[in-house]
Each structure stands twice: as C-alpha cells, then as structure tokens.
C-alpha cells in the first residue's frame, strides 16, 4: 500500500513540476521537440505496420493462385 502511496505521490509531483515547467520557453521548446518526436515515431509504427500488412496479403493472394492451379490440375 506504502508503495502505491509513494507512486501516487510522485506521479502527482511529476506532473506540477512538468506543468512549470512548460510555462518556460525551454519547457515549451523541450515538450514541443518530444511531441515532434513522438509523431515522427508513430508514422515510422504506422508506415512499418501498413508495409508488412501488403506483404502478408501478397503472400496470401499468391498462395491462393497455387491452390486455385493445383486444384485445377487435379480435376
């Protein structure tokens, strides 16, 4: 319980001292510079994600072509 006090606490001292300091211009540079960072990381996840997902159909639509002739071929 002691532990979660202490998590609470700190989280919430976290947060003042973060919302201070983003009233400097350093602090509006820095958390603009990690929301930067943060975007172009996330496209980096998404554009990652959408490759393999056209590579996984390719495979499957080719994989349905060689059952669809092999079926063929045994009739």
Same mark, same amino acid.
């Given at each position: 319980?002691?532990?979660?006090?202490?998590?609470?606490?700190?989280?919430?001292?976290?947060?003042?001292? =973060?919302?201070?300091?983003?009233?400097?211009?350093?602090?509006? /540079?820095?958390?603009? !510079?990690v929301?930067?960072?943060? @975007?172009?990381?996330?496209?980096?996840?998404?554009?990652?994600?959408?490759?393999?997902e =056209?590579?996984?159909?390719?495979?499957?639509?080719?994989?349905? /072509?060689?059952?669809? !002739?092999?079926?063929?071929?045994? @009739?």
């Amino acid at each position: 319980m002691k532990n979660v006090l202490l998590l609470i606490v700190g989280a919430a001292v976290g947060f003042v001292a =973060a919302h201070q300091f983003s009233k400097t211009p350093q602090g509006q /540079e820095f958390f603009a !510079d990690v929301d930067a960072k943060a @975007k172009d990381f996330g496209s980096a996840v998404v554009d990652g994600y959408k490759a393999r997902e =056209a590579e996984l159909r390719e495979a499957v639509a080719n994989a349905e /072509e060689v059952i669809n !002739d092999l079926t063929n071929r045994t @009739k």
